[in-house]
């Protein structure tokens, strides 16, 4: 049985009809659906399974970066059918949430219908602030090209050009740094967080305040491709998780476990599990909350793979907002842009789904809901 879904719409039917499993479990779920303001046809679907006594709830998220949002549905299909089977309807209820950004799942883009990256947009409270990011500004040319493109070999040469004069002149940390924080200054910018809460935001939002209105316990798992080694999936945590990382690891017995800063991952602002440890720390400071993403790797850590990485994000948003002269550039691009978040080797796909079944045993072992 395949794991992978084509499209967004297999992917909500697949979603939908695997429901029945935990609907055999448990005897008390909803099922909630919302349908996107201007694309009617677009939903983001959840079930909720009620536990008996609501002590732990369990979240699994897919698609706040729409294209990720493919090896999300995998993750919480290997969820559904071997790892809710074993859990104790009683004390463990389930949000699961699929398809945060449909519309970025259903076109193959990471960010929603509005350009705005939603892992950037979990901004606390109202403050988009203008001024985060400064260095943005330095390297605005470079990852932010306001032009039509040209053939994708002239691209490349002037990526791989501007690469070196900025690492020259910027450094290679301040790059990174610039191009990963997010902004809320430029919409067809990179890494956009948006000037106010996205739809796709809001339902999260409201979701994980109700889950720790009713739940003693929530462990949350947000399903993310991209970053990281190739062939090791990260389990990634927030810098305001008490633990470290080498704790957690030592605790989920997983090998790789680093905290969203720059020191282990690189820094993000407006992060959603950042928000969801800000909601619990002020208004339910007795609830205990986990919330990691998985973050399955795809093209390497080395500086070269962080480089091409960087060119995948440049060159699919150049496309997006100014369109390319010749129709095969822009082939290129979606292609190396997907398999930049959705890989189609075999091997690759194989080890992303042991991973993944590695780090659900590890996790729901380690809090004894297994
Ligand atoms: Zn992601």
């Not at 709830?57 to 074993?86: C, D, N, Q």
């Not at 032009?147 to 002037?158: A, F, K, V």
């Not at 991209?226 to 080498?246: A, E, F, V, W």
Request: some cysteine.
């Amino acid at each position: 049985m395949d794991y992978f879904p084509s499209s967004y719409d297999d992917s909500r039917a697949r979603f939908l009809q695997s429901l029945s499993l935990i609907q055999q479990k448990w005897h008390s779920t909803q099922l909630e659906a919302h349908p996107l303001k201007n694309h009617p046809d677009l939903t983001i679907d959840w079930l909720w399974a009620y536990a008996h006594k609501k002590e732990n709830l369990i979240i699994i998220s897919t698609a706040e970066h729409g294209i990720e949002g493919y090896v999300g549905y995998a993750m919480m299909k290997v969820f559904i059918e071997e790892f809710a089977p074993r859990l104790n309807p009683e004390n463990t209820g389930l949000l699961l949430l699929h398809g945060m950004n449909p519309w970025g799942m259903k076109h193959y883009r990471k960010v929603n219908e509005n350009s705005v990256d939603l892992n950037r947009n979990f901004v606390y409270g109202d403050n988009f602030d203008l001024a985060i990011n400064p260095e943005y500004h330095q390297v605005k040319e470079f990852i932010n090209p306001q032009r039509r493109m040209d053939s994708y070999g002239i691209e490349n040469l002037r990526f791989w050009g501007n690469v070196i004069k900025n690492i020259f002149t910027s450094g290679a940390s301040k790059i990174s740094r610039a191009s990963l924080l997010g902004q809320h200054h430029t919409p067809n910018g990179f890494y956009y967080g948006g000037t106010n809460h996205e739809e796709g935001t809001r339902v999260a939002m409201e979701l994980y305040r109700l889950a720790l209105e009713e739940y003693q316990s929530v462990i949350q798992i947000d399903m993310h491709t991209g970053y990281g080694p190739r062939y090791q999936m990260s389990i990634i945590i927030s810098p305001l998780d008490p633990m470290t990382s080498s704790e957690l690891s030592h605790k989920f017995n997983y090998p790789l476990v680093l905290k969203i800063n720059a020191e282990e991952f690189f820094a993000i602002s407006g992060d959603m599990a950042e928000y969801y440890y800000k909601l619990r720390n002020e208004h339910f400071p007795d609830r205990y909350l986990f919330a990691c993403g998985f973050e399955f790797g795809t093209l390497g850590s080395s500086l070269p793979a962080r480089i091409r990485s960087l060119r995948n994000m440049v060159f699919e948003n150049q496309l997006h907002w100014h369109g390319a002269k010749d129709s095969k550039a822009a082939e290129r691009i979606r292609h190396e842009f997907g398999e930049f978040y959705f890989p189609s080797e075999t091997k690759w796909r194989e080890k992303a789904l042991a991973d993944g079944r590695q780090a659900f045993e590890g996790i729901l072992h380690a809090y004894d809901l297994l």
